[in-house]
């Protein structure tokens, strides 16, 4: 009985410690304009000739947060990022859906979420990923994730490059 009592114990303590962390999860601010996020974003890129990659979801969304989680979890991939993009988070919600800002980037929500978008240093949408295709065995793939970033970056894409 006291066996049972102890696992009945860690199964509540884990379930209540899983609901907290998703309660507390603020990767997304449903306050801030996507358009203001994505006009500061491409300056900054521009400068820093680097791209914009643009991370679509909200707090309420699991794969969004485990995305994150990977990402950081995954030293190769988040030093690409550092390296070759200005990384922003886009909320949509049923608070904010950024109406304009899924307008001006040709509606990437008709992927689900998270969706990942690269703009170039001026603005321009280079590519739309559903992160789906992100994914391997029902996680996702660090294999994947860095072969997208690094088909995207802007030395990928470089003219100069295939001449």
Sequence with gaps: MRKLF?????????????GQDQSIVTLYDPNASALEQIVR???KAGVKNKHVLIQVGGNWCSWCVKLHNFINEHPSLDSIIQVDYI???VNYSKENKNPEAMAALEYPQRFGFPVLIILDGEGN???TQ?????EEEEYYSEERIKDFLLDWNPAAIDPEKYQ
């Design 6 to 18: 102890t696992l009945f114990a860690f199964v509540a303590a884990v379930a209540v410690c899983k």
């Design 130 to 134: 559903n992160t789906l295709y992100l």
């Design 41 to 43: 974003a491409v300056e």
């Design 87 to 89: 990384l922003i988070r």
């Design 125 to 127: 949408r280079l590519h």
